[in-house]
C-alpha cells in the first residue's frame, strides 16, 4: 500500500492540491503581470509569498508564455552577491530549457565568459563562475539586463526580500536598477519583501527610485472560515478526524501565519493514528517540539539584542499585539526605563524586523519566537 502524503506541506513546492485558497491574490499577480506591470508583493516573513508566486509560476498562462525567474537575496550584502545569484539563477533555470537562450547567455555575458566551458559527456556547456570571478559587478549587471532584453520570450524575475538592497553598502542600487528594468520592454518583475516599512518606503515614497513603479499586493493572513475547512478536509480525506476548535485554536494562537500553522498541522497529522483524533495533547506535543527545535536559534538571535531593546521586546511579545508603547502606562506596566529609550529600542527592533509594525500596533515578527520568549521570560 503506497504511503499516504502529510498534506501539510512546508517545504518545497507545492501542489495545487495542498495549495490553500489565495485565489484572489493569484489572480492579482497574474493579471499584473500577463498586463505588463511589475508587481510588489509584501507580507511577513513565512506568510506564503514565496509559494504564491510559484504557484503562479505554475499556471499555464505563465508557465507556457514566459521564463520564470526566482531569486531570494536576504543572504546577500553587496551589489557582487546580487549579480552573481541573479547571472547564476537565469543561467540554471535555462540550462534544461532552452539551448538557444543559453548560448546567447554566454556570448552576451562576455565580462565572466572565461568561465564557460563544455562538457563532452553531457554535451552541454558548463558554468564554473565563483563569486570573486565578478570583478566589475555593475558591467556585468548591465549585460545580464542586456541578455534579459534579447530573450526570444517574455521573462519575469521575481526577487525575494528585495528590501534588502537598501542595506548594500554601495551608494545609489535602487537607482542603478530602476535604470535598467525601467529599459527593458521583454520583462517583468515582481518585488517581494517581508520588512513591510522598508519596502513601504521604497515604492511609495516619491524621494525614491521606485517610487509609484509598480502595483502593490499586501498579503493578509488567510480568513479562518476557509484554513479551517482546509485543514479538517485533508485530515478526512486520509481517514483521520480534527475538530473546527483544535484547527481555530492553532489558527489564533499563531494569528493566521502560514508556516507555522502548516508545521503544527505537519507534526500533528503524522502523529495522528489512521482513524484517529488529532487531540489537543497532539497538538500541544507538535507545537512544544517546534519551539524545541528552535531553542537554540533563538537564544542566539536574543544574544546579539542590546539589554534595552531586549526588555521591550519581551514587553510586546507579552502583550502578543503592543499599543502605545511610548505611552507611561506601557512603559510603568512593563518596568521599562523611559520614553526616549522605547523609541530608541523600538526603532532598532524595526530595522532588524524582529518586531512588526501595522497601523501603530507591534508584534513579534516571528510568532513561534514570541511564544519562546513568553515561556522563557514571561
Known sequence: MAKVKNPFIVTGKIEPEYFCDRVNE??????????GNNLVVISPRRMGKTGLIQFCYDKPEIANEYYTFFIDILHTSS?????????????DTLLPRSHRMVNLFIQTIKSINGKFGFDPITNLPTFNLELGDIEIPEYTLEEIFRYLANADKPCIVAIDEFQQIAKYPEKNIEALLRTHIQKLK??????????RHMMQEMFTSSARPFYNSADILELRAIVP???????????????KYISAENVKWVYDLFKGHTYYIQRTFNESFADTTDNGECTREIIDGAIANMVAY????????LSNIPEKQKALLYAIAKDGEATQITSAQFIKRHALSSASSVQAAIKKLLERDIVTEINKVYSVTDKLFAMWINRMFN
Open 294 to 301: 528552535n531553542d537554540t536559534i533563538f537564544r542566539e538571535i
Open 186 to 195: 521583454n520583462s517583468n518583475f515582481i518585488f517581494a519583501g517581508s520588512e
Open 79 to 91: 551589489l557582487r552577491e546580487f549579480t552573481y545569484l541573479l547571472g547564476r539563477t537565469i543561467y
Open 225 to 239: 472560515e476557509i484554513y479551517v475547512p482546509f485543514v479538517m478536509n485533508h485530515f478526512e480525506r486520509r481517514n
Open 26 to 35: 493569484s489572480a492579482r499577480l497574474i493579471k499584473s503581470i500577463t498586463n
